[in-house]
């Protein structure tokens, strides 16, 4: 089965700095990966996906990701922290089923602070 | 705003209860997935549909049942409920099933089993 790990429950980032956020995935065949943000009371956003191609993918928010085929990794970076960036990061990447269904496994979620 | 609609966004209820909860994907997207999000189990997949017809099966209870209707939209069912069923459900939908399409999220239902 399809995995993902998020090794830190917690990032804290002074505005302005750059931020990243770390994702590390298992899966068996081509990794199909995604991040989605989710703030207080609200569902998930989408941010960015990696399907195939360049290793840095670009997203919503000015947020961007480097897949690492080597380190089998995936983290979400932003060049300039702004606070209203302060969420909680998912990693996921897709997972299929007996009868051609897909669904998206989850990591645990990073929560990320910025602070002023 | 994802497009996805949710209701009721709450929900407070007596254990032993039966609840539906309800799911307007986006126009176009043939594909609605289930969602549970707690504090101590995380995200966990429930269940997903395409086009009316079940095509994944999570860690979905028995006491947990869905479907999804000729008009797209799809309703969790949750029954016999428990104290541990208390969690935020989310539902998302996709255009298609391909492993490079995202998903969009509604906001939730957030239960409250008493």
């Known amino acids: 089965a399809q995995s993902v790990a998020q090794p830190e429950d917690q990032v804290n980032v002074a505005e302005g700095n750059p931020l990243t956020v770390k994702c590390t995935y298992s899966?068996?065949?081509?990794?199909?990966l995604f991040w989605y943000v989710q703030y207080p009371n609200r569902g998930l956003q989408f941010l960015l996906k990696?399907?195939?191609?360049?290793?840095l993918v670009k997203g919503s928010y000015g947020f961007e990701a480097e897949f690492n085929k080597s380190q089998t990794s995936f983290h979400l970076k932003k060049p300039s922290a702004l606070v209203s960036d302060s969420a909680l990061y998912f990693c996921?990447?897709?997972?299929?089923?007996?009868?051609?269904?897909?669904?998206?496994?989850f990591g645990p979620g990073t929560r990320l602070s910025v602070l002023p | 705003d994802s497009g996805v609609t949710q209701t009721p966004k709450h929900l407070i209820t007596a254990t032993g209860q039966r609840v539906t909860l309800r799911c307007s994907p986006r126009?176009?997207?043939?594909?609605v997935y289930w969602y549970q999000q707690s504090l101590d189990q995380g995200l966990q997949f429930l269940i997903q549909?395409?086009?009316?017809?079940?095509?994944a099966k999570g860690n979905i209870l028995e006491r947990f049942s869905a479907q999804q209707f000729p008009d797209l939209h799809s309703e969790l069912n949750l029954s016999s409920l428990e104290l541990g069923d208390s969690a935020l459900y989310f539902c998302?939908?996709?255009?298609?099933?391909?492993?490079?399409?995202?998903?969009?999220f509604g906001q939730g239902t957030r239960l409250t089993v008493v």
């Open positions: 996921a990447v897709r997972d299929w089923g007996r009868n051609y269904g897909q669904n998206f496994v």
């Open positions: 126009s176009g997207d043939l594909s």
């Open positions: 998302a939908s996709s255009v298609g099933t391909g492993k490079g399409t995202e998903a969009f």
């Open positions: 899966v068996s065949g081509n990794p199909y």
């Open positions: 990696y399907i195939t191609g360049d290793n």
């Open positions: 549909y395409y086009n009316g017809e079940e095509r």
